[in-house]
């Protein structure tokens, strides 16, 4: 049964690492087939671990946009505990949406 988990878990890392570029299959491949060799040792589930690189080789696929304006504001203050500066960015994103649907 633990081979079969492995077998299945190699199989998932190399469609995974499919998804990706070109220039970063082999890298990726290599490093992704030996964590799931040895993730028994370490006490992981190998199907965990290939499951892991599948979301990498999404996130890698995907274009890389950079946030601006009061989201950027938003993403730093997420976990902040001054609500008078997640507020700010409330009202200035509120703000912005109204001057929109005015113009």
């Known amino acids: 049964m633990n081979r079969l988990v492995t077998r299945l878990a190699l ?4 469609a ?19 964590d799931v060799e040895g993730a028994r040792e370490l ?11 599948a979301r990498i080789a999404k996130r890698e696929r995907g274009p890389v946009l950079l946030p601006i304006g009061p989201l950027a504001l ?3 203050l997420r976990e902040s505990t001054n609500i008078g500066a997640v507020l700010a960015v409330m009202v200035l994103a509120n703000l912005g949406g109204a001057i929109l649907l005015v113009v």
């Not at 199989?11 to 190399?14: E, F, H, K, L, M």
């Not at 690492?17 to 490093?31: C, K, N, S, T």
């Not at 006490?43 to 690189?53: E, T």
């Open 43 to 53: 006490g992981l589930n190998p199907l965990g671990v290939a499951f892991g690189a």
């Open 16 to 34: 995974a690492a499919a998804r990706l570029p070109r220039g970063q299959r082999d890298r990726y491949l290599e490093q992704w087939r030996a």
């Open 74 to 76: 938003a993403l730093r």
């Open 11 to 14: 199989a998932v890392v190399a």
